[in-house]
């Protein structure tokens, strides 16, 4: 019966998941009183489970495609198409808003982005910040599965900076392990879905599960602690209570979170058993070394500067103020470099200790570096970042030794090379895509500073930047209709990157 599943068509597949998932607000809905919320679900779930039904009937059979471009489509209709369902009840049960918002919203939920239109947790019922929680970590599940499953063989989403290509231009093995390679060759794509479906839903489901036992043993409420515990998986940074400092869970709560943000940095945190028989230390990960380097470095100048400011209104001797701005700022340089956008409840206390505003600008900067390869995190990727400090760092050393060898093996040597250059076209490219954003958001009406942060917080799907870039935050919900298409296509572009998006514009895919 599952093989049978799995045959069918990915988007068929995901609406049948979605159906299902519609029951857990259905259920949790009628415990918490709020019945007309509850039929909407289950009236939803009949609706939808019908039509999916149908829709596997007419389908079934069919022969199944290897093209890459079947692939690619049916990545995008992830992102496209399925908010549409998971709108409807979302439109219906909340009966103040129009479809266009819900379907924002839900676009903005699986993306992982997490840019709200309801800033006020209190207009929404708890089922619906349920559903909403939900729908970003079907999201994140989803990304690691077709990361891993379609995006990786292809040498797309940041895998072509470690890959190698043969003489046609075909993956060959790299520090991923022969099992891609192979995979690629014998291997469809159901049959890669399925794979690594199976073997990553226990982890991703054990490490949520996980974590909302411990913010619920620190004191959060089990309801507060679930959504929590699903968007700090997912990184997409909803929160039932409008964020950590809504909660109950204190500084416990936050250390558990960044301990399990750091799934976003490596693959290797949670699919080690997929990389080659030579299996490194997490501390030789290159994505990891990196992220350390970064939080490190910018934790401290940031702990400076606040100190450096509370030096000049007579504060620097407070051991407590000082300790918690260390805090804040550890704590939201890592939510932010994950994309989970996360503020630490430290940090509005950092301000108020130093007397300065938020560095905006270095948030947003984070946000573009962004996490690790096939993991829940958007940005540039860090293996990016690394393979051109790679490339720079030998430049400089050409420039002392014209004649030297670069040695470190076959993978450096690559990193080096065409991996930088692969790095180097990407950030090329995403630079050509936040001026064309920026200027379609200036064409509706947007002012510069709008159009930029809204442009970094789609790109890299860290829709937290909008509140914690600007000391006024925007207002999502009063944008035009024009520039709300706008945002959903940005979100879409950002979570599937630019490369993907022109690999499935290649003629060389869609020629027989």
Same mark, same amino acid.
């Given at each position: 019966?599952?093989?049978?599943?799995?045959?069918?068509?990915?988007?068929?597949?995901?609406?049948?998941?979605?159906?299902?998932?519609?029951?857990?607000?259905?259920?949790?809905?009628?415990?918490?009183?709020?019945?007309?919320?509850?039929?909407?679900?289950?009236?939803?779930?009949?609706? @939808? =489970?019908?039509?999916?039904?149908?829709?596997?009937?007419?389908?079934?059979?069919?022969? #199944?495609?290897?093209?890459?471009?079947?692939?690619?489509?049916?990545?995008?209709?992830?992102?496209?198409?399925?908010?549409?369902?998971?709108?409807?009840?979302?439109?219906?049960?909340? #009966?103040?808003?129009?479809?266009?918002?819900?379907?924002?919203?839900?676009?903005?939920?699986?993306?992982?982005?997490?840019?709200?239109?309801?800033?006020?947790?209190?207009?929404?019922?708890?089922?619906?910040?349920?559903?909403?929680?939900?729908?970003?970590?079907?999201?994140?599940?989803?990304?690691?599965?077709?990361?891993?499953?379609?995006?990786?063989?292809?040498?797309?989403? =940041? @895998?072509?900076?470690?890959?190698?290509?043969?003489?046609?231009?075909?993956?060959?093995?790299?520090?991923?392990?022969?099992?891609?390679?192979?995979?690629?060759?014998?291997?469809?794509?159901?049959?890669?879905?399925?794979?690594?479906?199976?073997?990553?839903?226990?982890?991703?489901?054990?490490?949520?599960?996980?974590?909302?036992?411990?913010?619920? &043993?620190?004191?959060?409420?089990? @309801? &507060?602690?679930?959504?929590?515990?699903?968007?700090?998986?997912?990184?997409?940074?909803? +929160?039932?209570? =409008?964020?950590?400092?809504?909660?109950?869970?204190?500084?416990?709560?936050?250390?558990?979170?960044?301990?399990?943000?750091?799934?976003?940095?490596?693959?290797?945190?949670?699919?080690?058993?997929?990389?080659? %028989?030579?299996?490194?230390?997490?501390?030789?990960?290159?994505?990891?070394?990196?992220?350390?380097?970064?939080?490190? +470095?910018?934790?401290?100048?940031?702990?400076?500067?606040?100190?450096?400011?509370?030096?000049?209104?007579?504060?620097?001797?407070?051991?407590?103020?000082?300790?918690?701005?260390?805090?804040?700022?550890?704590?939201? &340089?890592?939510?932010?470099?994950?994309?989970?956008?996360?503020?630490?409840?430290?940090?509005?206390? +950092?301000?108020?200790?130093?007397?300065?505003?938020?560095?905006?600008?270095?948030?947003?900067?984070?946000?573009?570096?962004?996490?690790?390869?096939?993991?829940?995190?958007?940005?540039?990727?860090?293996?990016?970042?690394?393979?051109?400090?790679?490339? =720079?760092?030998?430049?400089?050393?050409?420039?002392?030794?014209?004649? %030297? &060898?670069?040695? %470190?093996?076959?993978?450096?040597?690559?990193?080096?090379?065409?991996?930088?250059?692969?790095?180097?076209?990407?950030?090329?490219?995403?630079?050509?895509?936040?001026?064309?954003?920026?200027?379609?958001?200036?064409?509706?009406?947007?002012? @510069?500073?709008?159009?930029?942060?809204?442009?970094?917080?789609?790109?890299?799907?860290?829709?937290?930047?909008?509140?914690?870039?600007?000391?006024?935050?925007?207002?999502?919900?009063?944008?035009?209709?024009?520039?709300?298409?706008?945002?959903?296509?940005?979100?879409?572009?950002?979570?599937?990157?630019?490369?993907?998006?022109?690999?499935?514009?290649?003629?060389?895919?869609?020629?027989?």
């Amino acid at each position: 019966m599952l093989t049978q599943i799995t045959k069918l068509p990915l988007l068929v597949i995901l609406m049948g998941i979605s159906v299902l998932a519609m029951l857990l607000p259905a259920g949790f809905a009628w415990t918490v009183a709020e019945y007309y919320q509850g039929r909407v679900f289950l009236y939803g779930a009949l609706l @939808f =489970g019908f039509l999916t039904f149908f829709l596997a009937i007419a389908m079934a059979g069919r022969p #199944r495609s290897t093209r890459h471009r079947r692939h690619l489509m049916a990545l995008l209709g992830l992102f496209v198409l399925l908010p549409i369902m998971l709108a409807v009840p979302f439109h219906q049960a909340l #009966r103040t808003t129009t479809f266009l918002n819900a379907y924002v919203e839900m676009v903005s939920a699986l993306t992982t982005t997490g840019l709200t239109l309801f800033p006020d947790p209190d207009r929404l019922p708890k089922s619906l910040h349920l559903w909403r929680a939900l729908v970003g970590w079907m999201g994140g599940f989803f990304i690691w599965v077709g990361a891993i499953a379609i995006l990786a063989p292809m040498a797309l989403g =940041g @895998f072509e900076v470690r890959t190698r290509f043969g003489a046609r231009g075909s993956a060959l093995d790299t520090r991923l392990g022969a099992g891609h390679s192979q995979i690629t060759r014998v291997a469809d794509f159901s049959d890669r879905i399925r794979t690594y479906g199976v073997r990553l839903l226990p982890i991703y489901a054990g490490l949520t599960g996980a974590l909302w036992v411990g913010l619920v &043993v620190v004191g959060e409420s089990p @309801f &507060v602690g679930l959504c929590h515990a699903m968007s700090a998986l997912a990184t997409s940074g909803i +929160s039932p209570v =409008g964020g950590l400092s809504g909660g109950v869970s204190g500084f416990g709560g936050e250390v558990m979170i960044a301990v399990f943000l750091a799934f976003a940095i490596s693959r290797q945190t949670f699919a080690s058993d997929m990389q080659a %028989s030579e299996i490194p230390s997490l501390w030789r990960d290159p994505e990891i070394r990196l992220a350390f380097v970064i939080v490190v +470095s910018l934790t401290g100048f940031l702990f400076l500067r606040h100190w450096i400011g509370a030096y000049e209104v007579d504060e620097e001797l407070n051991l407590i103020a000082g300790l918690t701005s260390l805090w804040g700022s550890l704590f939201t &340089v890592v939510s932010f470099l994950t994309t989970a956008g996360f503020e630490s409840q430290a940090w509005e206390a +950092s301000r108020n200790w130093s007397g300065l505003e938020t560095p905006g600008l270095l948030l947003m900067g984070l946000a573009l570096i962004g996490g690790g390869v096939a993991t829940t995190a958007g940005g540039a990727k860090l293996m990016r970042v690394y393979a051109l400090y790679l490339h =720079g760092l030998r430049e400089m050393e050409k420039l002392v030794h014209p004649s %030297s &060898v670069g040695g %470190s093996g076959t993978e450096a040597r690559h990193l080096r090379g065409r991996g930088a250059y692969m790095a180097w076209v990407f950030f090329m490219l995403m630079a050509l895509s936040v001026a064309v954003i920026m200027a379609l958001f200036a064409l509706t009406g947007q002012d @510069f500073e709008s159009a930029m942060i809204l442009t970094i917080a789609t790109l890299t799907t860290t829709g937290p930047v909008v509140e914690a870039a600007t000391v006024n935050p925007l207002s999502i919900v009063d944008l035009s209709a024009p520039a709300k298409m706008v945002l959903t296509g940005a979100m879409i572009l950002g979570r599937l990157e630019t490369l993907a998006i022109i690999a499935l514009l290649s003629p060389d895919i869609w020629r027989r």
